[in-house]
């Protein structure tokens, strides 16, 4: 028995040493060298650009008979900021309001790249607002209004480097493609969806598609001492889920035993504290293996020995913090209640919905059977229109990601690049019928602050980093396609 408890000893020993080894082995890269220099800008112009784009308030259409004249007049304003481009451009409208923007490169056997953007902007009822969501206000070095952030700026930002490099005499050898939805808010099935498959049907094939997504933060959170810049390679599916309890109405006075309120509101508590498994999928790994070599020794211990820690680590990366916890699982978020009508009766049916974001490897289907037996048969579960599964994730051997990461190191100087699912959602989940190079990026650092402000009162862009993102697609620009 004594030797059995050496041997044991040992053996734990012998682990700790080879996942220490393995940690101290695991180093980061030396930095490449880079002739980049950032260049000057037109600060006046880009503001005055993203301002007067934001005028234009191309809110999301309730759906695609509506009126979008609107959108009509935010081309044309596009097409009057940047005439080099709109010299040079094939313009093909696509199902009445989205818009493809064709720049030829002078070498037809490259494959195109695709700079996706969507024109459209959630509502923005006018109060709690400082100034007009509608206004294009420029104070305290920022650019104030609805899709000043989402996603405008980006817009602003691709066309503008485009539009220097064509004063500059630089044509494109490889062609260019900037596709335009009109209804990513309400997850692009008339405009981007539209737009691919008017490309496929070309046979267009893309040697990579670039939209918003992944963003600069802080690396503390991950025990990195410097800034981390995030490429989506992929993103979670999408599904709302309708609970609807029936029971007896009645007056309230003389309440039935079980109620419909009563038993939905058990079964969304259900739901919420049944919290999906969380799994390890390819970009989680992908992401974490990338920044490993960066974290502190604690940190780079963990992960570097994942595959040992798997049953410890898991659910501590689901406790430390929401993005984390998003990263690692299925999240099942109640958004929305109904009843009766006045407080005083019982409704005989009660409804609520559950949003979910489905994690790679899972299923809208596996979701909703989840769901069912949660809270039971007694409670009937539908989907929403709109739903869809987990997008295929995106290459990042290719050359085209190389070049995308190396853009973003030069730019943001030294920044720690990574692929990670991207947690919401965009219009690029619809082009990988055209190429596994997909990539979701947003170059704009933000603030917690100016975060939050994307679909709230007072979004707005600050204008340093609005510069930046212009010079980001610049060198993207002259890093693949001239």
């Known amino acids: 028995m004594q030797i059995f408890g050496y041997c044991v000893l040992a053996a734990v020993v012998a682990l700790i040493v080879f996942m220490v080894l393995r940690t101290l082995l695991t180093r980061a890269p030396k930095r490449e060298a880079s002739d980049y220099a950032p260049r000057e800008i037109d600060e006046a112009r880009l503001v005055e650009h993203l301002a007067g784009a934001v005028r234009i308030p191309t809110v999301t259409l309730p759906d695609n008979d509506a009126d979008g004249s609107i959108f009509y007049e935010y081309q044309a304003y596009l097409e009057k900021c940047y005439p080099l481009i709109t010299a040079a451009a094939e313009k093909t409208l696509i199902n009445k309001y989205a818009v493809i923007y064709e720049v030829k490169g002078s070498d037809e056997s490259l494959l ?31 650019v104030y209004g ?25 044509k494109p050898v490889r062609t260019i493609l900037f596709c335009f939805g009109h209804d990513e808010e309400l997850r692009g099935t008339y405009g981007a969806k539209e737009i691919s498959a008017y490309l496929e049907s070309r046979g267009v094939r893309l040697e990579y598609v670039i939209d918003e997504g992944g963003t600069v933060l802080d690396g503390k959170l991950l025990g990195i001492d410097n800034k981390i810049a995030l490429i989506g390679t992929c993103e979670k599916g999408y599904a709302d889920f309708v609970l609807e309890v029936e029971k007896d109405g009645g007056h309230a006075s003389a309440p039935t035993k079980r109620t419909a309120v009563g038993m939905l509101a058990e079964a969304i508590a259900d739901v919420e504290f049944s919290k999906r498994r969380p799994h390890w999928t390819k970009p989680t790994v992908e992401m974490f293996r990338a920044l490993a070599p960066y974290m502190n020794f604690g940190f780079k211990l963990a992960l570097v020995n994942r595959d040992i820690l798997s049953p410890i680590l898991k659910p501590v990366l689901c406790a430390v913090s929401p993005f984390t916890n998003c990263l690692m699982r299925t999240t099942l978020a109640p958004t ?23 994690n790679t490897g899972e299923t809208v289907e596996e979701v909703r059977d989840y769901i069912q037996r949660v809270v039971g048969k007694h409670v009937r579960i539908s989907v929403l229109e709109g739903s869809i599964d987990p997008s295929p994730v995106s290459d990042t051997g290719s050359a085209a990601y190389a070049a995308l990461a190396r853009t973003i190191k030069e730019v943001f100087d030294g920044y720690i690049v990574a692929p990670y699912p991207f947690i919401a959602a965009s219009d690029a989940k619809h082009y990988y019928n055209l190429t596994n190079n997909v990539y979701r990026f947003t170059p704009f650092e933000k603030t917690v602050e100016d975060a939050n402000r994307i679909h709230g009162v007072n979004e707005r862009q600050d204008v340093k980093m609005l510069v930046q993102g212009t010079r980001f697609f610049i060198r993207l620009y002259e890093n693949t396609c001239l």
């Open 112 to 142: 195109p790249a695709a700079v996706l953007a969507h024109q459209d902007v959630v509502p923005a009822p006018e109060e709690g607002w400082e100034v007009p969501p509608f206004g294009g206000d420029v104070k305290d070095g920022y």
């Open 336 to 358: 929305q209640a109904e009843g009766a009508s006045t407080p005083n009766t019982l409704p005989p049916v009660a409804k609520g919905t559950i949003n979910a974001r489905i």
């Open 146 to 170: 609805r899709g000043s952030q989402d996603m405008k700026s980006q817009m602003i930002a691709a066309l503008e480097a485009l539009e220097i490099l064509l004063e500059e005499g630089r």
